[in-house]
C-alpha cells in the first residue's frame, strides 16, 4: 500500500492559467492552456520538444503577451513579471553575469531593496542553502556547470519568492550532478516554502520531482493530461524509484508524450 | 628572474639593435637629410625636456585628452541610446554611415571656418572625426546583448539605472573598448594634423614648421615626440583595458581550457 499523504499542501490556488493561446502570424503555438498550482505545490510541466514550453513559461513568466487568455498570480492578472516570481532559467552560463562574483549575482536583484547588512544576510543564507558556502567571491566561469545553476538557484532564493519557476534548469548538468541538484531543489522547496513550478522534458525527473505533472500535447499545445504522482514524500533516488507507483506514473506520461510525438509528425 | 630577463630581452632586442645601427650608422653622417642621431637626441633633450614641453607639448596633449574624452564619452553616450532604440537605429543609420565615410582630416577646412585657429577648432575635429569607431562599436555592443540575459533583467524587474549600468554596459563592454582603441588611435592622428594645418604652436606645428624653416634636426626630433605621445597614450589605454575587462579575459581562457 503507498501512503497517499502529500502532506503540507494546500487547496488555496496560487496561480491559474486560463484559456491560454499564442500564435506568431499563422503559426498557432499555445492551444487553450488551462491549469492551476495550489500553494505549496511541485508542479512539473512535461512535453515533447518543441512542444511550445519556453512559449508557455514566458507567458507565465510575464515575459510575453499571449493572443489570447491570461495568468493569474495571487489573484492578480498578469501583465508584467510579478514581484513575487523568480526564474530559474535553462542556460546558466547565459543568465549569470560574468562580469560579476557569484555573491554579487545573487545580490543584483534585491540591491537596494533591503539595508546592507540584511542584504549580505539574505546572500549569504541563499549561497549556504544552495551549498556553495565560501563560494561568493568566484567569479561563475570559476565554477563547473552544476555550480553555476547553485548560484543560478541561489539567485532566485534571494529574491524569497512565493513560487520557483524553472525552465528546463538542468538540462545542461551531467547525470550525477543532475541528481544531486533534483534532490537539491526537493529541500529547498521544504526549506524555504516556496511553489515551484518546473518545466522539463526529462520524465523520469518530472515524475521523481513532482507533486502533480501536467502532461503537454505536441504544437499547437494543450495540457493533455493532468496527474498526481501520489509519491510519498521525502523522496529518495533510489526507493522512490523503485516503488510501483512511480513505474506506473512514468510509463503513464512516457506513453503519453510518445502519442503526442508521433501525432505532431503526422 | 631569469624568465624576466629573458622576455625583457625578447622584448628590447629588436629596438636597442635599430637604434644601435642608427646611432653608429648615422655617426658621421653630412647629409643634411640623415643627421646623425646623436644630434637629433640633443635637440630633442634642449627642445622637449625644457620649457618646450610646458609651452608646446603640454597645450597639444591636454587638447588631445579633451578631444578624445568627448568622442569617447559622446561615441559610448549616443551609442547606448541608438542602440536600445530600433526605430532612432533605423533612422540615424544612413546618416551615421554617410558621416564616418568621411575621411576625417576632410572636416578641417570645415571645422576652420566654424572655430577659427585656436584650442577649440582641434578639439572639434578630433571629437568629430574620432567618435565614429566609438559610437557604431557601442551600438553594436548594446544590440547583441543575449535575449535570455534581457529575460533576466525583466524578470528579476531591474531598474533601469541596474539594467543600464550593470548589465548592458559591461556586457557591451569587451566591443566598446575595441572601438575606443580605434578613436584612440584616431584622436592621436587627428590632433597633429589638425596641429600641422592651422595652428601657432603645439607639436604637430613644431614638426612641420621646423620641416619648412629647413631644420632637419628639430623635424626628426619632433616625430620621436610624436610616436612617444602615442606610444604612451596606447600604453595607459591597455593597462585601463585590461583592468576592466579582466572579467573577460578570465571568462575566454577558462573556455579555452574546457
Known amino acids: 500500500m503507498i501512503p497517499l499523504s502529500t502532506s503540507t499542501i494546500s487547496t488555496e490556488t496560487i496561480m491559474a492559467v486560463e484559456g491560454l493561446r499564442k500564435s506568431y502570424g499563422e503559426a498557432q503555438i499555445l492551444d487553450g492552456i488551462d491549469f492551476t498550482v495550489n500553494k505549496g505545490e511541485f508542479v512539473c510541466i512535461v512535453g515533447p520538444s518543441g512542444s511550445g514550453k519556453t512559449t508557455l513559461l514566458r507567458c507565465i513568466a510575464g515575459l510575453q503577451a499571449p493572443t489570447e487568455g491570461k495568468t493569474m498570480f495571487e489573484g492578480v492578472e498578469v501583465t508584467e513579471p510579478p514581484a513575487k516570481l523568480a526564474v530559474v532559467f535553462q542556460d546558466y552560463s547565459r543568465s549569470l553575469l560574468p562580469w560579476m562574483t557569484v555573491q554579487e549575482n545573487v545580490m543584483l536583484p534585491i540591491e537596494g531593496r533591503f539595508p546592507k547588512e540584511e542584504l549580505a544576510e539574505r546572500v549569504k543564507k541563499a549561497l549556504v542553502s544552495v551549498g556553495l558556502a565560501g563560494k561568493g567571491k568566484l567569479y561563475p566561469w570559476q565554477m563547473s556547470g552544476g555550480m553555476q545553476q547553485r548560484a543560478a538557484i541561489a539567485r532566485g532564493l534571494a529574491y524569497n519568492p512565493d513560487v520557483l519557476l524553472m525552465d528546463e534548469p538542468f538540462a545542461a548538468v551531467d547525470a550525477q550532478t543532475r541528481v544531486e541538484l533534483e534532490d537539491l531543489v526537493l529541500r529547498l522547496r521544504d526549506e524555504y516554502n516556496t511553489t515551484v513550478l518546473f518545466v522539463t522534458h526529462d520524465i523520469d525527473e518530472a515524475v521523481y520531482l513532482a507533486d502533480r505533472v501536467l502532461v503537454l500535447s505536441g504544437a499547437p499545445t494543450s495540457v493533455t493530461e493532468n496527474i498526481e504522482t501520489l509519491l510519498p514524500n521525502p523522496r529518495n533516488q533510489i526507493e522512490t524509484k523503485r516503488l510501483e507507483r512511480y513505474s506506473e506514473v512514468r510509463a503513464r506520461v512516457m506513453g503519453l508524450i510518445q502519442a503526442a510525438k508521433s501525432h505532431a509528425s503526422i | ?258
Not at chain 2, 558621416?99 to 577646412?109: D, K, Q
Request: charged share 10%; no cysteine; hydrophobic share 55%.
Open chain 2, 1 to 258: 628572474m631569469r624568465t624576466l630577463f629573458k622576455d625583457m630581452g625578447l622584448l628590447l632586442w629588436l629596438p636597442i639593435t635599430i637604434l644601435l645601427a642608427w646611432w653608429f650608422g648615422s655617426a658621421n653622417s653630412t647629409s643634411i637629410y640623415f643627421p646623425p642621431l646623436e644630434l637629433i637626441l640633443e635637440t630633442f633633450a634642449r627642445d622637449w625636456l625644457g620649457p618646450r614641453f610646458v609651452t608646446d607639448a603640454l597645450p597639444s596633449i591636454g587638447k588631445f585628452l579633451v578631444g578624445f574624452g568627448i568622442a569617447a564619452a559622446g561615441g559610448v553616450f549616443l551609442g547606448m541610446l541608438i542602440g536600445l532604440s530600433r526605430r532612432l537605429n533605423a533612422a540615424l543609420d544612413p546618416l551615421i554611415q554617410f558621416l564616418r565615410a568621411i575621411p576625417p582630416p576632410a572636416i578641417l577646412p570645415i571645422a576652420l571656418l566654424l572655430f577659427g585657429i585656436g584650442a577649440s577648432m582641434n578639439i572639434a575635429v578630433i571629437a568629430l572625426g574620432a567618435i565614429w569607431p566609438a559610437l557604431l562599436n557601442t551600438i553594436d555592443g548594446v544590440r547583441a546583448l543575449d535575449l535570455q540575459v534581457i529575460d533576466m533583467t525583466k524578470s528579476y524587474r531591474l531598474s533601469p539605472a541596474k539594467r543600464i549600468f550593470k548589465v548592458l554596459l559591461p556586457a557591451a563592454s569587451p566591443q566598446i573598448f575595441a572601438g575606443l582603441r580605434v578613436t584612440l588611435q584616431m584622436s592621436i592622428i587627428l590632433i597633429v594634423v589638425s596641429e600641422m594645418f592651422a595652428s601657432t604652436s603645439g607639436i604637430g606645428f613644431y614638426v612641420l614648421n621646423s620641416q619648412q624653416l629647413f631644420a632637419v634636426p628639430e623635424t626628426w626630433a619632433g616625430t620621436i615626440v610624436l610616436g612617444l605621445l602615442g606610444y604612451v597614450a596606447t600604453l595607459v589605454f591597455v593597462l585601463i583595458e585590461r583592468r576592466v575587462l579582466a572579467w573577460h579575459r578570465g571568462m575566454y581562457n577558462s573556455l579555452e581550457k574546457a
